[in-house]
C-alpha cells in the first residue's frame, strides 16, 4: 500500500459535525446532553439536517443520508466529523460516498460500529485514516461521561502520538515489540467487506476486533472467513477487543464461549492473539487510528500500544 494520507490534527476548539449515517437517535435529550457538552470544551457543533429524523430504520433515507454526508464533507470549517451513533445503514450508500472528496477536505472523522463501514473505505479507496471512537450520541450523549473515554479521545486527536500502558492479557507469548499499521473494527462488518472494494489489504499489520451480541461459534465462523481471505495471515497480530453479550445461548447445543475461540486462534495462528484491548461497545474505551502506525510492546500477561502517524 502507498504512503497514507493524513488528517489534519485539532487544534481547539473546533467545529464538530454530527451526522447520522445509519441508524436514527432513539432518545433525543442525548442531542442536547452531547451539545452541552462539546460546548464546555469550547466546540462548536453542526449538526446534520436528519439527526432528529427517523425513516424505517433508518435516521433518513438513502439519498437523505448521503447528502448529509457530501454537505458536511464541503464545509471546510468543520474539522471532526462525528457519527451520531451506529446501528446499520451504510451499506446502503457505501458505493455512492465520494471517498475522495472526504480524503482532501483534512476533516477527522469518528465512529465505530457500523462506520467501520466507511473506516474500511476510506484506507481502501483512499489511504486515508480515520478513526474508530467516541460517538456523539452513544458516548457524549449521556448525562455520565466516561472520563476513560473522553480523556482518551481527546488526547489522540489533538495530540501526534498516543499510548495506552498496561492493558492486562493473559497470553502463552515470548516479550517482544511489534510495530505495524492498526486497522480493524467491527468484527461483522470486517467479515461483511471482505471480498469487495470496501476491504483494504493491510500488510504486516496489527488487526484488532470487536462485536456485540453475537454467539461465540458465530464470532469464530466470521474469523474463519477473514483466515480463509488471506487477511489473518497477513497480519503481525490479532486484538480481541471486547465481546459485549456474545455468550452462547441457553439453546446452543455446546456452551461454546470466546475463551474456546481465543484459544481456538492461537493454535490455528502462528501471531499472537490476545485479549483485552480496551474498545468496543462498552463505556470505557480508547480512540483508535485506522491507518495509523502502532506499536505493540507485548510482556508477560500484558502489553502497551503506541499510535502514531495518524495526523499531521
Not at 223 to 237: D, E, F, P, S, V
Request: proline fraction near 5%; aromatic fraction near 12%; glycine fraction near 6%.
Amino acid at each position: 500500500m502507498s504512503e497514507f494520507v493524513l488528517p489534519e490534527r485539532l487544534k481547539s476548539p473546533v467545529q464538530i459535525g454530527v451526522i447520522a449515517p445509519s441508524g436514527f437517535i432513539r432518545d433525543q435529550i442525548q442531542t442536547e446532553l452531547f451539545k452541552t457538552h462539546f460546548t464546555s470544551l469550547k466546540h462548536n457543533t453542526f449538526l446534520s439536517s436528519n439527526l432528529s429524523s427517523h425513516y424505517l430504520y433508518f435516521s433518513g433515507t438513502d439519498p437523505e443520508r448521503l447528502a448529509d454526508i457530501q454537505s458536511t464533507t464541503r464545509n471546510s470549517e468543520i474539522k471532526l466529523v462525528m457519527a451520531a451513533r451506529g446501528g446499520y445503514g451504510l451499506s446502503r450508500i457505501l458505493a455512492d460516498i465520494d471517498t475522495s472528496k472526504i480524503a482532501c477536505s483534512g476533516q477527522n472523522w469518528v465512529g465505530f460500529s457500523d462506520f467501520t463501514f466507511l473506516n474500511l473505505a476510506l484506507l481502501a479507496k483512499e489511504n486515508y485514516v480515520s478513526f474508530q471512537g467516541p460517538m456523539a450520541a452513544t458516548d457524549f450523549g449521556k448525562p455520565d461521561i466516561s472520563s476513560f473515554t473522553r480523556d482518551h479521545f481527546w488526547s489522540t486527536m489533538t495530540k501526534k502520538s498516543h499510548t495506552v500502558e498496561d492493558i492486562h492479557s493473559p497470553h502463552p507469548y515470548r516479550n517482544q515489540i511489534l510495530d505495524g499499521t492498526i486497522w480493524g473494527g467491527c468484527l461483522s462488518i470486517l467479515a461483511s467487506a471482505t471480498g469487495t472494494p470496501f476491504m483494504p489489504e493491510i500488510r504486516d499489520g496489527i488487526l484488532f476486533i470487536e462485536d456485540i451480541q453475537e454467539e461465540p461459534y458465530r464470532v469464530e465462523r466470521m474469523l474463519y472467513q477473514l483466515y480463509h481471505a488471506g487477511i489473518l495471515n497477513r497480519q503481525k497480530a490479532l486484538l480481541f477487543g471486547q465481546f459485549s453479550q456474545c455468550e452462547p445461548t441457553k439453546t446452543s447445543a455446546f456452551p461454546y464461549t470466546m475463551d474456546h475461540v481465543v484459544q481456538h486462534l492461537r493454535h490455528l495462528l502462528d501471531i499472537p492473539v490476545l485479549t483485552g484491548f480496551p474498545f468496543g461497545h462498552i463505556a470505557d474505551k480508547i480512540t483508535v487510528p485506522v491507518g495509523g502506525q502502532a506499536q505493540l510492546s507485548i510482556r508477560k500477561n500484558a502489553f502497551s500500544i503506541r499510535f502514531t502517524d495518524y495526523n499531521k
